[in-house]
């Protein structure tokens, strides 16, 4: 499981760095600061999934977790999520330090 999660944590952080670089991108084409969120990039890559997930969130919960909760979140930008979340699972899947208990 530890496994799983440093490769899920390698993959976000992976896709962080390209987030990253498209934004500077962006900023040095623009001649000024552009960051684009999460929500930006989704509703551009797939529109319809998007739909799709806020329409399954709204039906199985309360509208209002879309708009206060789920939506906010998105609005960070792209490569500051996925990088949070990519340490988040290197933290989980890290190498614990093994410790040997000696019993007499």
Known sequence: MA????FLAGVFLLIAVIFAVDDATRSVAAKKMTVMSAFEHWS?????TLAAAQN?????THPLVW????????QL?????????????????????RVNIYAN
Not at 3 to 6: D, G, N, P, S, V
Not at 56 to 60: G, H, K
Not at 87 to 95: D, E, P, S, W
């Open 56 to 60: 399954s969130v709204q039906r199985t």
């Open 3 to 6: 496994a799983f999660l440093r």
């Open 77 to 97: 930008p792209a490569w500051g999520l996925f990088g949070l979340t990519g340490l988040i699972l290197a933290y989980a899947g890290r190498r614990r330090r």
């Open 44 to 48: 551009k890559l797939a529109p319809s």
């Open 67 to 74: 708009s206060l909760g789920v939506r906010k979140i998105l």
